[in-house]
Structures are given as structure tokens and as C-alpha cells.
């Protein structure tokens, strides 16, 4: 949030997933919300907003269910659903704060990656997806302008740039067998984890040259947050 405040989401064996703000100088956290039941851990936070999925059964037939985008004021407490009957994961809200760019998977398999009005929640711009591709972990970097990890029919991943107006697509880190994933954006430079010989490493991508990051732990480096001249991880 800024430099000595942290939003994270928590979760413990006693109490349900919440929304926590954690203060560094005195250790001190507050829960600012519980989250909604959802079954996606993911979510953006940018100006005092919080947006991410949450799970709803059909009110009728038991076999259907819906993920929809909730979007949550830290200042005012509200939790508010802009969709309705819709299959959304991964949201992520632009710096502006009027759109919300999501992954759809409906229920024909076709998966695309929408933007979204972050008040109606109507859809403003539907990315081109004439290869089938798989997106996840969309961000924005500009507000008109996205990355994305992405997954080919044969398995590779990739790390893709996305141009709004335009759909043009142009790929950052080449098509691989290393799982890409956790994309995060702060003054241009892309935050991302990408495994290698076992390990997820965290790497950064600045001016078109990726850079490792160091110190690298024995597991993984997962969801990178940069700001205030300091950064954040899992």
C-alpha cells in the first residue's frame, strides 16, 4: 500500500481466508475483510481498490456454479459483485481503476481474457484468441496495455505483451517448457516466476533484458510486489 503497509491474503487451519493490512514498523495486522468462498487465491490491489473471484452456486440447479469479479473499497469496507453468472479467475484492476481485465473459461472450453468496466462489469474488449491459447495471470501495465502468462496447445508457456485497442500480442519471454506464472508490474519493469532445474525462480524484465533474482530460496519465489523502493514475495 505504501511503504511501511502490506495487504496480503491470509489463511489459517482456525479461521476462513481474509483480507489482512499488515503495518511493518509495528508488526501490527488488522483483518480488513474476509474474502467471499472462492476457489482462485489470486487478487490485485491498486488505489485503496481490491478485486478478485469469488464462487457462487446457481440458485436452482445444483450441477452449475459461477465465479464471479468482486471488487472491494478499502476505505469504505463495501464488497461489491460487478458480474453475474460468469466464469472469471485471476482479476486484475488497471491503474486508472475503471477497468478490470479477467480470464473466462465458459462452459464451451473457449478461454479468453476480457476487460472489463469495473462499475457495470460489462465488457469493454475481448483479446483475440485465434490460437486457442490458455491466459492466466493477467496485469496491467498500462490502461491500455497488458501481460499475461500464456500456455500453446503443446504445453509451452510463454510471457506475452498485450495491446488493448489493438489485440496485438507480442511475446516477452519465449515459448518454453518452463512453467511461467505470477506476473506483477511497477514502473514498467514485469515481475515473474518461471521454474528452472526444479526450482521457481523469481526474474524481472527491464528495458527487454530479464535479470534473475537474487537471493533465490530453495523452493520457489512466488508473487512478487515491487514499490517504495522495496519488494515483497511468498
Same mark, same amino acid.
Given at each position: 500500500i505504501d511503504s511501511?503497509?502490506?495487504v496480503f491474503l491470509k489463511t489459517t487451519y482456525r479461521?476462513?481466508?481474509?483480507?489482512?493490512?499488515?503495518?511493518?514498523?509495528?508488526?501490527?495486522?488488522?483483518?480488513i475483510r474476509f474474502r467471499a468462498v472462492s476457489a482462485d487465491d489470486q487478487f490485485s490491489y491498486r488505489n485503496q481498490q481490491l478485486v478478485y473471484s469469488a464462487y457462487e452456486p446457481?440458485?436452482?440447479? +445444483?450441477?452449475?456454479?459461477?465465479? #464471479?469479479?468482486?471488487?472491494l473499497n478499502l476505505q469504505s469496507g463495501k464488497d461489491i459483485? *460487478? @458480474?453475474?453468472?460468469?466464469?472469471?479467475?485471476?482479476?486484475?484492476?488497471?491503474?486508472?481503476?475503471k477497468s478490470v481485465v479477467a480470464v473466462a473459461y465458459p462452459e464451451s472450453g473457449q478461454c479468453s481474457l476480457d476487460v472489463l468496466n469495473s462499475?457495470? +462489469?460489462?465488457?469493454?474488449?475481448? #483479446?483475440?484468441?485465434?490460437?486457442?491459447?490458455?491466459?492466466?495471470?493477467?496485469?496491467? *501495465? @498500462?490502461?491500455?496495455?497488458?501481460?499475461?502468462?500464456?500456455?500453446?496447445?503443446?504445453?509451452?508457456?510463454?510471457?506475452?505483451l498485450?495491446?488493448?485497442?489493438?489485440?496485438k500480442q507480442t511475446i516477452l519471454v519465449p515459448w518454453s517448457m518452463h512453467p511461467i506464472g505470477f506476473p506483477s508490474v511497477h514502473n514498467g519493469d514485469i515481475y515473474f516466476t518461471r521454474t528452472e532445474n526444479g526450482v521457481d525462480k523469481g526474474f524481472r524484465i527491464r528495458s527487454g533484458?530479464?535479470?534473475?533474482?537474487?537471493?533465490?530460496?530453495?523452493?520457489?519465489?512466488?508473487?512478487?510486489?515491487?514499490?517504495?523502493g522495496k519488494l515483497a514475495w511468498s
Amino acid at each position: 500500500i505504501d511503504s511501511n503497509r502490506l495487504v496480503f491474503l491470509k489463511t489459517t487451519y482456525r479461521q476462513p481466508p481474509q483480507f489482512v493490512r499488515r503495518d511493518l514498523d509495528s508488526r501490527e495486522e488488522r483483518r480488513i475483510r474476509f474474502r467471499a468462498v472462492s476457489a482462485d487465491d489470486q487478487f490485485s490491489y491498486r488505489n485503496q481498490q481490491l478485486v478478485y473471484s469469488a464462487y457462487e452456486p446457481d440458485l436452482r440447479w +445444483g450441477w452449475r456454479d459461477y465465479s #464471479v469479479i468482486r471488487l472491494l473499497n478499502l476505505q469504505s469496507g463495501k464488497d461489491i459483485r *460487478i @458480474t453475474r453468472k460468469t466464469k472469471y479467475f485471476s482479476p486484475d484492476i488497471s491503474p486508472d481503476g475503471k477497468s478490470v481485465v479477467a480470464v473466462a473459461y465458459p462452459e464451451s472450453g473457449q478461454c479468453s481474457l476480457d476487460v472489463l468496466n469495473s462499475k457495470s +462489469g460489462e465488457i469493454i474488449f475481448r #483479446v483475440p484468441n485465434i490460437e486457442n491459447y490458455y491466459f492466466t495471470f493477467p496485469k496491467f *501495465i @498500462t490502461d491500455q496495455q497488458l501481460v499475461s502468462a500464456v500456455r500453446n496447445q503443446a504445453g509451452e508457456m510463454c510471457l506475452m505483451l498485450i495491446d488493448i485497442p489493438s489485440g496485438k500480442q507480442t511475446i516477452l519471454v519465449p515459448w518454453s517448457m518452463h512453467p511461467i506464472g505470477f506476473p506483477s508490474v511497477h514502473n514498467g519493469d514485469i515481475y515473474f516466476t518461471r521454474t528452472e532445474n526444479g526450482v521457481d525462480k523469481g526474474f524481472r524484465i527491464r528495458s527487454g533484458k530479464i535479470f534473475a533474482m537474487l537471493p533465490q530460496p530453495a523452493t520457489g519465489t512466488y508473487q512478487i510486489s515491487a514499490g517504495f523502493g522495496k519488494l515483497a514475495w511468498s
